[in-house]
């Protein structure tokens, strides 16, 4: 599960390990040249967090959380009454049903309930961050034209930067031609019984592997 999740801060350091070689070689070229080298800054938060793709994230993400929420909320009410269900009739079981339900109750509010509590909440944060990472895919060619275009011999993440002219952050340029190339991004859906569904067919193959 996790393996499959393109998180966004995966995405952020292969961008800036991407930046960082282009600024590296692109230096050297300028200091081989006998040029200053041009810097420019970009504030890749400000790209998910000001862009109309990105704008369109939390609402969607708001929803699936409330979706979430209810789900897992009526998974913990249908365990709850099994268990009131279970304390009413126990004195009518057999000790071996009685020892064996009690035991599978008890191995599904300790560790089944929070397991999928846990599984949920990171499939939500994975596919949020997956919709935030297209965002900084789609940037790559606007900044690559940029660089380009200002004849920049390195570009710097805003977070990276104590202190940066404002005529070398081109955050907002970015961000204007990103507009134009993406309004919207799609948070993906996701269930429990869908993530459940994945993880028994992970196991599956796992085992005849």
Known sequence: MRKQIITISGCLALMAAGLAGSAFFSQAEAQRDGR???????DRAQLIAQSKAGKTIPEQAEKLKASVEQELE???GKLKKEIESFQKNASLMSDEVRQKTEQDLTVRSQYGLPQRVQIMEQAFSGVV???QAKILVESQPILKDIVDK???TILL???AVMYAAPETDVTQE???ALDKKLSSVEVQKISLAEIEKRIQEAQSKAQNQ
């Open 129 to 131: 961050q997956q919709a």
């Open 36 to 42: 200053t080298p041009v810097i420019l800054i970009v």
């Open 150 to 152: 200002r004849g920049a």
């Open 157 to 159: 993440d805003r977070s």
């Open 74 to 76: 009526g998974e913990a």
């Open 174 to 176: 970015v961000i204007s």
